[in-house]
């Protein structure tokens, strides 16, 4: 009778050590669970912030003519009386006078702070083919392709591209210069 007790004592003693280890592991996958799911809601909330900050610069550069009024000629980039020191986003006046700029923290056309200063944006303009987007062209073909790489830190976190063309400010009442 003792020494049945005794091993019923053993086996309670063994289960209750199994369950805690049971439940410790349990606790870990638990821990893992939560810390992934914030990682993941994290991303997705710096996608959604991104992609807002994406359509709030492309939408700026967009409200901009397809080529500079006074030198239509000109290569991409900003003109003689663009790019003012400091105010070079009031300034810009076509969509390639962004060109090359990064603009950080993200900000208006005012350049009023739109974003923390760990959040910024790149773009880069080019000429492309009328008939074939995706490939570039060295010299005026009627359309541009506008790239937005929206970053956090080092990190790119998404890239828009639209198109313009030149017939769209005829379109827009525009004068094409
Ligand atoms: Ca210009
Ligand atoms: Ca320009």
């Known amino acids: 009778m003792r020494n049945r007790d005794a091993v019923r004592r053993g086996f309670t003693l063994i289960e209750a050590t199994i369950s805690l280890v049971i439940v410790s592991v349990v606790a870990v996958a638990g821990l893992g669970a939560v810390s992934i799911s914030r990682k993941t809601r994290m991303s997705i909330n710096d996608t959604l912030l991104a992609r807002t900050y994406a359509d709030l610069v492309m939408t700026e550069i967009l409200s901009k003519r397809y080529r500079d009024a006074a030198e239509p000629g000109n290569p991409l980039g900003p003109d003689s009386a663009d790019d003012v020191l400091g105010i070079w986003q009031r300034t810009a006046d076509d969509v390639d006078d962004y060109d ?38 060295s010299a005026e073909s009627g359309v ?28 827009r009442g525009v004068p094409t210069p």
Do not use: Q, Y
């Open 144 to 171: 541009k392709r506008i790239t937005v790489g929206v970053f956090k830190g080092d990190r790119v976190v998404l890239r828009v591209s639209a198109l313009r063309t030149l017939g769209a400010d005829m379109t």
């Open 100 to 137: 090359g700029h990064t603009i950080t923290p993200i900000s208006d056309m005012n350049m009023n702070a739109l974003s923390s200063g760990n959040w910024g944006a790149g773009v880069a303009v080019t000429w492309v083919d009328a008939v074939d987007p995706t490939k570039e062209v």
